[in-house]
């Protein structure tokens, strides 16, 4: 399988099937090609809109400006898949969930082709963008990511779906009570 087939299979729900040293050699391939592709679109987003706001306070927007923040968003998206993938994987097996570290880590990082529409929302976001069109698609695109990785999670840890049903509602209760108090 390629990656373009793959890629598309996993966005319409049907995840990588990683068995055996191959299949976990292409799964960790398209790991760090999706983090990475993920860090740049982050990077050129926050880039392009992040001069907006530099310029409108005095600051120097120049290239080397907007170079240093396209480099940052590389990784500011490996940190941030490392930390989801520890907290997914600790919370998951601690549920039952069969993946080893490794491999729970391989397929969220596949997963994150999904969150590429997400990036330059959550870019304008940041910089103060508030209009309600700019939040629902935030929105949409946000669910659909959530249910990719949800699917590719499901799949990579061999839950059933009550488990997953369970895992899942406990980790959105938790992640809401955290950014409530973070906020």
Not at 12 to 38: D, H, M, R, W
Not at 85 to 101: C, E, P, T
């Amino acid at each position: 399988m390629n990656y373009l087939t793959s890629m598309g299979n996993l966005l319409s729900f049907t995840p990588f099937p990683a068995e055996g040293e191959k299949g976990i050699k292409q799964l960790q391939v398209y790991c760090i090609v999706n983090v990475l592709i993920l860090g740049i679109i982050y990077g050129c987003s926050a880039a392009l809109f992040s001069k907006m706001v530099l310029v409108e306070q005095g600051f120097d927007a120049t290239a080397a400006n907007a170079a240093k923040i396209i480099i940052a968003g590389i990784p500011v998206a490996f940190f941030m898949h490392a930390g989801a993938a520890l907290f997914i994987w600790v919370f998951l097996r601690a549920m039952g969930g069969k993946a080893n570290f490794m491999v729970s880590y391989f397929h969220i990082g596949a997963a994150a082709i999904s969150l590429w529409p997400v990036a330059p929302f959550v870019a304008m976001l940041q910089v103060g963008a508030s209009s309600p069109l700019l939040i629902l698609l935030t929105g949409l695109f946000c669910l659909y990511a959530f249910a990719v990785n949800v699917r590719v999670i499901k799949s990579a840890f061999k839950l059933s779906a009550m488990r997953m049903t369970l895992a899942t509602s406990v980790t959105i209760m938790y992640i809401s009570c955290f950014l409530y108090l973070w906020v």
